[in-house]
Structure formats: C-alpha cells, structure tokens
T-cell receptor, first 114, second 111 residues
Framework: DTGVSQDPRHKITKRGQNVTFRCDPISEHNRLYWYRQTLGQGPEFLTYFQNEAQLEKSRLLSDRFSAERPKGSFSTLEIQRTEQGDSAMYLCASSPPLGRDGYTFGSGTRLTVV | EDQVTQSPEALRLQEGESSSLNCSYTVSGLRGLFWYRQDPGKGPEFLFT???AGEEKEKERLKATLTKKESFLHITAPKPEDSATYLCAAESNFGNEKLTFGTGTRLTIIP
C-alpha cells in the first residue's frame, strides 16, 4: 500500500480555466476527505465522502467547486472558472471504517492561478 | 463555531532544549484532539489522537497531553530532524468527522 496518492502534484492555470484533481485513497479506506490549505494556515475542511456518498460540504465549497467519488474508490475535485483566490494546496485524506486514529493525508496538489 | 488556537506561531530552540507547544480548543463536545506534523510541501503526518482529559500519549521525543480546554505537545531534547510545523486539530461529536485545524506552530531546532 503506497498511501494516499494525489495527481497532479502541481498545477498552474490561467484565471477562468477549469481544473480537476484526482485522489486515490488507501484501498481499504471507505472515508475520503478534501481539505484546502493556504500559506501559513491550517487545512480547512471542504467535503467528506463515505463510500460514494457525499455526506458533508463546507460553506467554503462554492458552486464552482464539485467533488465526486463515483464508485467509492478514487475521488475528483473540480474547480470551474478558477479565480486567483483559489490558489492553495488541495489535500486529500482517507480513513478506514470506524477509524479513530486520524486520517492519512496525501502530499497534496499545489494550485497556482495566474 | 468550533475554534482551535495554537501558540506560539513560531519557536526556535537549540538542539537538546526541551519545550512545549500549546493548543487551545473550543468545540461542541470533543470527540478527539489530533496532532499532526507537516514538512514543507507535504501533507500532514499523523502523530497522536487524544480522546479524554488526562490522557497522555508518547512517541520518541514527543508527548501529547489533554485537558478540558487545551492540549500540549511536549518536545524533550529535540533534534534538528524534529524541525517542522506542528498542527493541532479538533473533531466535534456534531461535526460529521470534520477536523478543525489550528494555524500551526513552526518549530526550528538549531544544531
């Protein structure tokens, strides 16, 4: 098991373009989370999946953001019409059923909107 | 609204100089208090979970403790490889597994 994988590691895009990130969680983990982290801040919760069901969404997740986890395995996070304020590290994490010992985070996707 | 505050923002220590990091939390029914370590350009790495006041956990030079209002991460005789940002996060019983993070303490250990 190689841990939580995120792709791409870095993405530079022009303002107004759409971007999509992928997260592959640890295989036995049915819970998957997306967080966003800006420089000097702690991660902020965006959304949470249990299997394929999206159970929680933050107010931070505007209608330009959409996340999916079609078969309860990998997940995608899409940002439409990117803005400069979307520049951040997007972190994915996963945890097993009934897991209480913290999530396992991926290394993140660094998005820069120019 | 759940809040987590960490202090200090940054801390520089000589190698071998022990110290403590503070995490104060305001959460509606604490389900768990988490400590993570984050190196530059990487995702947070899980260190500890604490569930109830009075609980303590240790790992190498690190020890985490929990009271009803705050948690401490004690670092004993640190080494340069302990340099990182240490993040504290709280999970509420009512938050549907959402973690609320503090802004972290950036720790630098000078050889």
């Amino acid at each position: 098991d190689t841990g939580v994988s995120q792709d791409p590691r870095h993405k530079i895009t022009k303002r107004g373009q759409n971007v999509t990130f992928r997260c592959d969680p640890i295989s036995e983990h049915n819970r998957l989370y997306w967080y966003r982290q800006t420089l000097g801040q702690g991660p902020e919760f965006l959304t949470y999946f249990q299997n394929e069901a999206q159970l929680e969404k933050s107010r931070l997740l505007s209608d330009r953001f959409s996340a999916e986890r079609p078969k309860g395995s990998f997940s995608t996070l899409e940002i439409q019409r990117t803005e400069q304020g979307d520049s951040a590290m997007y972190l994915c994490a996963s945890s097993p059923p009934l897991g209480r010992d913290g999530y396992t985070f991926g290394s993140g996707t660094r998005l820069t909107v120019v | 609204e759940d809040q987590v505050t960490q202090s200090p923002e940054a801390l520089r220590l000589q190698e071998g100089e022990s110290s403590s990091l503070n995490c104060s939390y305001t959460v509606s029914g604490l389900r768990g208090l988490f400590w993570y370590r984050q190196d530059p350009g990487k995702g947070p790495e899980f260190l500890f979970t604490l569930y109830s006041a009075g609980e303590e956990k240790e790992k190498e030079r690190l020890k985490a403790t929990l009271t009803k209002k705050e948690s401490f991460l004690h670092i004993t005789a640190p080494k340069p490889e302990d340099s990182a940002t240490y993040l504290c996060a709280a999970e509420s019983n009512f938050g549907n597994e959402k973690l609320t993070f503090g802004t972290g303490t950036r720790l630098t250990i000078i050889p």
